[in-house]
């Protein structure tokens, strides 16, 4: 079954600009199935996969054959493009001797594209990033019916400089979709578990994908054959989500040295298993300016490293699991996170720049606290901003602290 993207509604819009496109993400993420549901929309356009050994010793050892065979068409479609290895100069190649053919490549890791292919495209290049699926993609397939007044609340918020009007949300409706919101949190976004009906069968495709990640990403690109290390990192990450990096301590549970370690955790970065989000700041004697806290991209994917998918009444983890799902949810919007946290230990858990405004934003997982933080009315003294957001269980009345607008919205519609 197949869940529409809001991607490919970007990529459509931009189909005829002549710079190449690529798009990357996790492995299993649905870049094939989103390209492919492109492709078969375009008549003139051909979709080709590098994994077939044929096509890709062709493109690397004669590429004006490969041009002649597979650019005859306007569009062509080359899926799992990281396993070329000198991709880039052959791409510029292309372009440069096509100018009125349009390439999309795909690849399931950002540091493979970036080395093999990207550094030969600078200006020739568009990059899309394509994420597990969000809260409302999820939701479009989940629960149709609830999906027409999700959207409709969505209509009240502008994220391009944030604005927030009126909005009433019923207290059936909200709890139909915070029940949805926890099912996502619990399973995650890979749409092949979305689209999973049973417990048991989403738990063998999470942890095909994870067996998957190590066999393709971690032996086969990068070579390494400690796997074992790089699984207590993983590991530990898992643990760790939404707190300040410990570097010692990461270090002495995958036994890595402090330069193997920031290696590592970069490649878990760019092969998007978890990534850190950095302080944000402006006086460094007051605030926190160095160690970043780390999220998953995924929290099924999580969940399942930690072997827990209790609903999360019961789970002491369910505050980092609420802001790790803000932190999805911020990034699939394309915004780049921060967090705040003073030398006193006032801490806000997200800081955006939505325009030319910051919005600080709490997660809260208590169901009933209606009160302004007070590490939040710290951010917000120090630096005014015009709205802040708490997330919790329900809307409720905003307020305002100074001249800083706080509204209390459910962490559903982030």
């Given at each position: 079954?197949?869940?529409?993207?809001?991607l490919?509604?970007t990529?459509?819009?931009?189909?005829?600009?002549?710079?190449?496109?690529?798009?990357?993400?996790?492995?299993?993420?649905?870049?094939?199935?989103m390209?492919?549901?492109?492709?078969?929309?375009?008549?003139?356009?051909?979709?080709?996969n590098?994994?077939?050994?044929?096509i890709?010793?062709?493109f690397?050892?004669?590429?004006?054959?490969?041009?002649?065979?597979?650019?005859a068409?306007?569009?062509?479609?080359?899926?799992?493009?990281?396993?070329a290895?000198?991709?880039?100069?052959?791409l510029?190649?292309?372009?440069d001797?096509?100018?009125d053919?349009?390439i999309?490549?795909?690849?399931?890791s950002?540091?493979?594209l970036?080395?093999?292919?990207?550094k030969?495209?600078?200006?020739?290049?568009?990059?899309?990033?394509?994420?597990?699926l969000?809260?409302?993609?999820?939701l479009?397939?989940?629960d149709?019916?609830?999906?027409?007044?999700y959207?409709?609340?969505?209509?009240?918020?502008?994220?391009?400089?944030?604005?927030?009007?009126?909005?009433?949300?019923?207290?059936?409706?909200?709890?139909?979709?915070?029940a949805?919101?926890?099912?996502?949190?619990?399973?995650?976004?890979?749409?092949?578990?979305?689209?999973?009906?049973?417990?048991e069968?989403k738990?063998?495709?999470?942890?095909?994908?994870?067996?998957?990640?190590?066999?393709?990403?971690?032996?086969d690109?990068?070579g390494?054959i400690d796997?074992?290390r790089?699984?207590k990192?993983?590991?530990?990450?898992?643990?760790?989500?939404?707190?300040?990096v410990d570097?010692?301590?990461?270090g002495?549970?995958?036994?890595?040295?402090?330069?193997?370690?920031k290696?590592y955790?970069?490649?878990?970065?760019?092969?998007?298993i978890?990534?850190?989000?950095?302080?944000?700041?402006s006086?460094?004697?007051?605030?926190?300016?160095?160690?970043?806290?780390?999220y998953?991209?995924?929290?099924?994917?999580?969940?399942?490293?930690?072997?827990?998918?209790?609903?999360?009444?019961?789970r002491v983890?369910?505050?980092?699991?609420?802001?790790n799902?803000?932190?999805?949810?911020?990034?699939k919007?394309?915004?780049?996170?921060?967090?705040?946290?003073?030398k006193?230990?006032?801490?806000?858990?997200?800081?955006?720049k939505?325009?030319?405004?910051?919005?600080?934003?709490?997660?809260?997982?208590?169901?009933n606290?209606?009160?302004?933080?007070?590490?939040?009315?710290?951010?917000?003294r120090?630096?005014?901003?015009?709205h802040?957001?708490?997330?919790?269980?329900?809307s409720?009345?905003?307020?305002?602290?100074?001249k800083?607008?706080?509204?209390f919205?459910p962490?559903?519609?982030?």
């Amino acid at each position: 079954m197949y869940i529409k993207r809001k991607l490919e509604g970007t990529i459509l819009t931009y189909l005829d600009a002549p710079e190449i496109f690529a798009i990357v993400g996790p492995r299993q993420c649905g870049k094939t199935t989103m390209l492919k549901n492109i492709q078969s929309g375009l008549k003139d356009s051909a979709f080709i996969n590098f994994e077939d050994i044929e096509i890709l010793t062709m493109f690397e050892n004669d590429i004006k054959e490969f041009a002649k065979k597979y650019l005859a068409q306007k569009y062509l479609f080359i899926d799992e493009f990281q396993h070329a290895s000198h991709g880039g100069k052959n791409l510029k190649f292309l372009y440069d001797t096509y100018p009125d053919k349009k390439i999309i490549i795909s690849g399931s890791s950002a540091i493979d594209l970036t080395i093999k292919a990207l550094k030969f495209l600078v200006g020739r290049v568009f990059i899309f990033n394509l994420f597990g699926l969000d809260f409302e993609e999820y939701l479009s397939f989940r629960d149709p019916s609830l999906f027409p007044l999700y959207t409709e609340y969505q209509r009240h918020i502008s994220w391009k400089g944030l604005k927030i009007s009126p909005l009433k949300i019923g207290d059936v409706i909200n709890g139909q979709l915070q029940a949805v919101a926890e099912e996502f949190i619990i399973w995650g976004g890979y749409p092949r578990v979305a689209t999973t009906v049973g417990e048991e069968e989403k738990k063998i495709v999470l942890k095909n994908i994870y067996n998957t990640y190590f066999l393709r990403d971690i032996k086969d690109i990068l070579g390494l054959i400690d796997d074992y290390r790089m699984k207590k990192l993983i590991e530990a990450t898992a643990v760790q989500i939404g707190q300040l990096v410990d570097y010692n301590e990461l270090g002495q549970m995958a036994s890595y040295d402090y330069l193997t370690l920031k290696k590592y955790l970069n490649v878990l970065e760019k092969t998007f298993i978890c990534q850190p989000i950095r302080p944000f700041f402006s006086n460094r004697r007051k605030e926190i300016s160095k160690n970043p806290k780390i999220y998953f991209f995924d929290t099924g994917l999580r969940n399942y490293i930690v072997q827990n998918f209790n609903p999360l009444t019961i789970r002491v983890d369910k505050g980092q699991l609420y802001e790790n799902f803000v932190f999805t949810q911020l990034l699939k919007r394309d915004f780049t996170p921060n967090f705040w946290r003073s030398k006193t230990q006032s801490e806000v858990d997200f800081v955006i720049k939505a325009g030319p405004e910051i919005i600080p934003i709490e997660s809260k997982s208590s169901a009933n606290k209606a009160a302004v933080p007070h590490s939040l009315v710290s951010f917000i003294r120090e630096y005014h901003p015009p709205h802040a957001l708490i997330l919790g269980e329900a809307s409720r009345h905003s307020t305002k602290t100074e001249k800083t607008k706080i509204h209390f919205l459910p962490r559903w519609i982030i």
